[in-house]
């Protein structure tokens, strides 16, 4: 059973930091990709950032240059450093992992609050 646990979450004001953590536990390999995903209230989930086992980082035109995506893959875990942050990246941020089987597995959320 794969389990991905995050953390990192909280309240911040416009301008502040945080670093979201996702730790994937389980009878795990390898891992092809990581990424972060943030749904907002009244919003579809969106793909913040993904990074593949290969090194390659993919970002939303929205978070570019504020948002930095790293994983470590010997701890299966993904890190998301978020500087810069705005009231509109309010969201719950969550963590997905694809696996080379093809299955995908979410986390359970960690909830983002930036205050003006």
């Known amino acids: 059973q794969v389990q991905l646990v995050e953390s990192g979450g909280g309240l911040v004001q416009a301008g502040g930091s945080l670093r979201l953590s996702c730790a994937a536990s389980?009878?795990?390999?390898?891992?092809?990709?990581m990424g972060w995903y943030r749904q907002a209230p009244g919003k579809q989930r969106e793909l913040v950032a993904t990074?593949?086992?290969?090194?390659?980082?993919n970002y939303a035109d929205s978070v570019k240059g504020r948002f930095t995506i790293s994983r470590d893959n010997a701890k299966n875990t993904v890190y998301l450093q978020m500087n810069s942050l705005k009231p509109e990246d309010t969201a719950v941020y969550y963590c997905?992992?694809?696996?080379?089987?093809?299955?995908?597995?979410w986390g359970q959320g960690t909830q983002v609050t930036v205050s003006s």
């Open positions: 997905k992992i694809n696996l080379p089987s093809g299955r995908a597995y």
């Open positions: 389980g009878i795990i390999f390898s891992i092809n990709v």
């Open positions: 990074a593949t086992n290969g090194g390659s980082t």
